[in-house]
């Protein structure tokens, strides 16, 4: 039986209609997001250095820039403790984002600062509960934070032999 061309192009329509999950979020691909500033409100906190923002109703999550945090999952100290901390400085507040880039994992990498005019990057270096990642960042700023946190055996620091996150997740299967 011959189809019109009109039937096979509703059908088509119909099949990429039905194809698209409606459940998806989508983690927006707005151009401009690197290096771009732009106030959010905090919705959810994955873990010490990921959170998730809600700006102009569509989620984004963003990566911490500058710093690597205990790891929640697979349970290394301190871990829960760095995200309560990130909770603390900033869940359900408007915060300012300066974008920097996306990672591999399409999370925007980014500086945080609160309400209270905080830089939580720092804070969470300050507060003992991150390690500056200088892997990824040269910001002798954090470089000197954490030496700070260290010297007066702040937050992770009071470990006898604290694991650095990249250590750990080499060793730990998450």
């Not at 905090?42 to 990921?50: E, K, L, Q, S």
Request: proline content about 5%; charged content about 25%; aromatic content about 10%.
């Amino acid at each position: 039986m011959p189809q019109s061309p009109r039937q096979i192009i509703l059908a088509l329509f119909l099949f990429i209609s039905f194809s698209c999950n409606q459940n998806t979020v989508l983690q927006p691909t707005l151009i401009g997001f690197e290096y771009q500033t732009f106030t959010a409100k905090v919705i959810r906190i994955i873990d010490g250095d990921t959170m998730e923002v809600l700006y102009e109703e569509t989620p984004v999550k963003i990566r911490l820039a500058h710093i690597d945090c205990p790891e929640k999952r697979g349970k290394q100290p301190f871990g829960n403790n760095a995200k309560i901390a990130l909770s603390d400085l900033c869940f359900g507040q408007q915060v300012t984002v300066y974008g920097e880039k996306y990672d591999r994992y399409k999370r925007l990498i980014a500086v945080i600062v609160n309400e209270q005019k905080q830089n939580i990057n720092q804070e969470m270096v300050k507060q003992g509960m991150a390690w500056h990642f200088k892997r990824y960042s040269t910001d002798v700023l954090y470089d000197q934070l954490e030496l700070e946190a260290r010297k007066n055996k702040i937050g992770l620091w009071q470990d006898e032999k604290p694991i650095a996150p990249w250590n750990w997740r080499k060793s730990n299967t998450l």
